[in-house]
């Protein structure tokens, strides 16, 4: 059995890359258990990525996964999991180097903060190794309903839309439409509360998103297209994400 590449150890956890079938499957239960999916969550981009799985050391135990899928420019990005979803032509011209973050799941049952900041510790480390330059993904919230949320994109559609240029349109059959017809002002702390810990973080770093959601009925989950140009993120915050990063 191969050796496998850890990426970053800090404290109890440890990021390292996958390196067999095994380890891909761990990561598939996993998501299975956050997303609650009616079968084992797989497809057909788990053989084009990446994937990355943070443990307790101690424990053995895997809580937390991602997989990362790496584009030269946005030439490739009809090869993403977001363009079945969303229209990503005002993206094509973008140049260098992207990668799609997806399927970023924490373990239900642990909650200790430092796997969120190990987790984008490892992030930090492959977009530096791979000379990314813009990160993106799609950002979920658990369940159908836009009701809960409300206040969240409220947040949203206040103060964290994507520039023009590079704003994506709509493209999947079921969508919430909250920046053209929310009107609401958002309640701060309700919106925070509500907001998912991956988004969250994005946002922090000066992360933008897509004007809609899409319903994602097989997921159960709606999700907005997110996108982060590395270049944009604060200095003070580059400098902390590679401290963890080492």
């Given at each position: 059995m191969a050796e496998p590449d850890i990426l970053l150890s800090r404290g109890q956890y440890r990021a390292r890359l996958a390196c067999g079938a095994a380890d891909v499957a761990a990561a598939q239960a996993l998501r299975t258990l956050c997303f609650r999916t009616s079968g084992t969550d797989c497809d057909a981009f788990d053989g084009l990525c990446t994937h990355v799985l943070v443990e307790h050391a101690a424990a053995g135990a895997l809580v937390c996964c991602f997989r990362l899928l790496v584009l030269e420019g946005g030439g490739g990005l009809e090869r993403s999991y977001a363009a079945q979803f969303y229209d990503l032509h005002g993206l094509q011209d973008s140049g260098g180097r992207m990668a799609e973050l997806g399927r970023f799941c924490l373990h239900p049952d642990w909650h200790d903060p430092d796997i969120l900041r190990i987790a984008w510790g490892a992030i930090t480390a492959l977009v530096d190794r791979g000379s990314v330059q813009m990160l993106f993904g799609c950002s979920s919230f658990a369940g159908t309903s836009a009701g809960p949320y409300l206040d969240a994109f409220a947040l949203l559609r206040q103060r964290h839309l994507a520039p023009p240029q590079w704003r994506v349109r709509e493209k999947a059959p079921e969508v919430v439409r909250y920046a053209a017809e929310l009107r609401q002002a958002p309640d701060m702390k309700k919106a925070l509360q509500a907001m998912p810990p991956l988004?969250?973080?994005?946002?922090?770093?000066?992360?933008?998103?897509?004007?809609?959601?899409?319903?994602?009925?097989?997921?159960?989950?709606?999700?907005v297209f997110t996108g982060l140009e590395i270049g944009?993120?604060?200095?003070?915050?580059?400098?902390?994400?590679?401290?963890?990063?080492g």
């Open positions: 988004l969250r973080t994005y946002l922090a770093m000066g992360g933008r998103v897509s004007d809609h959601a899409v319903v994602d009925r097989r997921m159960n989950t709606l999700h944009a993120i604060p200095e003070a915050r580059k400098r902390l994400l590679r401290a963890v990063a």
